[in-house]
């Protein structure tokens, strides 16, 4: 029953996904030549995500806690990863940012030609001259008044605890003496497993943090800012987990009725 529902799911994305994109391109055309943070074609993007999920008979994602309508134009967001369904529960969030990604998800038909679309930024693992462009893509859509997202960790964990922080998105912030904005995601971990083309039930939420004010830090500050973030991501991630715990011990299968 797991095998042919999360074959099911896949077509369900992919037709959402296909129509999506016909819709996306439509608003392109009218759009970007006015459009130079890419807004629109970035929330339909967004939009697509979420009707998808809504759509998937395994997740129920929400918002939970207050949310603002918008976030500061310098603004870098780093959340936690728990998995490839992160950034379908992450686009519930009222605001467009443009999201770091990795490279190869943009050679994906469709689903890469709608993140091209929406703005948002490719980046090689491990290619110091790629992360070096990938940064300066960043700055430029922060100049335009557009904030970025960044997951830290770099990847998905496969267990429950967080993966040393990158870097990158707070050297950025200081660069930019930009706020970071802390999110937390929980219950996602078994929704789309890494390495594994099956769903599983998910119970997953969203919360979104403080801002941490970059004004004034220098690199000198890397480090201070960088626990600043995990710490909030933590007890963030520990408010939501006694909310979400039941899907994950729940079994992997979903009725059919």
Known sequence: MNALLSI???????IVALVGFFVQLVIAIFTLPFDKTRYATGRCFRMVGVTAAKLTPYWRFRVHGAVPER????????????????????SHLPWEMKWLGKANLFKIPVVGWMMSLAGDIPVHRGDRESATGAMARCKEWMEKGMPVMIFPEGTRSKTDELLPFKDGAFRLAIERQAD???LAVSGTRKALPKHSWRFSTSRGMVTVGTPISTKGMTMDDLEKLKTLARDQILSLRASLQPLTRDADSAPDTVSAA
């Open 8 to 14: 099911w799911t896949w077509v369900e994305i992919g």
């Open 71 to 90: 976030v500061a134009p310098n603004t870098v967001v780093v959340s936690n990863h728990e998995s490839n369904a992160d950034p379908f529960l992450i």
């Open 180 to 182: 970071v904005l802390p």
